[in-house]
């Protein structure tokens, strides 16, 4: 494995361009080796999605089968039951023991860090990389500040000096897109072209739209 490995996971209901364009920009600008995206089984923190994690991960296989270095992960639904990011780290920390890992993930994932499992555990198994836009002001989690304290860099090359322990801030051009947004248009019956890869948009039956649209109407009330 040349390079770092990085880690990006989410519900991915659907996959969009949004989540491509990321993972491609992490990749190119912090030199990773491969970026794994995993999509959740049973999310810790919100509703599991009315499509099928099997289903999810197959969308996940068409959307970047075109792009080298992108890797669908299945580990999270392998295991089965709460999926927990730490519990995928270890997984993989033990699969690459000195290979530098490095999780990435929004900046509203990052206000929120000290509510995850084991949370402080995630820095001995990984580097967080913390997605931002350019005019977006990103601060540590006060409950958070002290674990974190003293352990941030602006430079990617620190990423590949050690396995884990280390965070910092991308700025990333990110896509106005989102999946909640997707799942509107499709109850609406409008089209979702351009903001979905193709692959995707092509596979979709009845079936999924209606499952997706329940996901929207149970994130909504």
Not at 3 to 26: C, D, M, N, Q, V
Not at 100 to 105: D, I, S
Request: glycine share 8%.
């Amino acid at each position: 494995m040349k390079g770092p490995i990085g880690i990006f996971g989410g519900a991915f209901a659907p996959f969009h361009h949004g989540h491509l364009r990321l993972a491609i920009e992490a990749r190119e600008r912090l030199e990773l080796g491969q970026v794994r995206l995993v999509p959740t089984a049973l999310p810790a923190h919100r509703s599991a999605s009315k499509v099928s994690p099997q289903r999810r991960l197959e969308w996940l296989k068409l959307g970047i089968r075109r792009e080298p270095g992108l890797v669908a992960d299945d580990c999270e639904i392998r295991r089965g039951g709460v999926s927990y990011t730490v519990d995928t780290l270890a997984a993989l920390r033990a699969e690459f023991p000195e290979t530098p890992l490095v999780l990435l993930m929004g900046a509203d994932a990052f206000a929120h860090l000290h509510c995850w499992n084991r949370w402080p555990q995630l820095l001995e198994l990984a580097h967080l990389v913390v997605i931002a836009r350019a005019d977006t002001r990103l601060e540590p989690p006060s409950e958070a500040a002290a674990v974190l304290a003293g352990r941030e860099t602006s430079d990617p090359t620190v990423l590949r000096q050690g396995p884990a322990g280390r965070w910092m801030r991308l700025d990333v051009p990110v896509l106005d897109i989102s999946s909640t947004r997707i799942r509107r248009l499709l109850k609406l019956g409008q089209s979702v072209r351009g903001l979905v890869p193709d692959a995707i948009l092509n596979s979709l039956t009845a079936a999924d739209t209606a499952a997706l649209t329940q996901d929207d109407d149970a994130k909504t009330h």
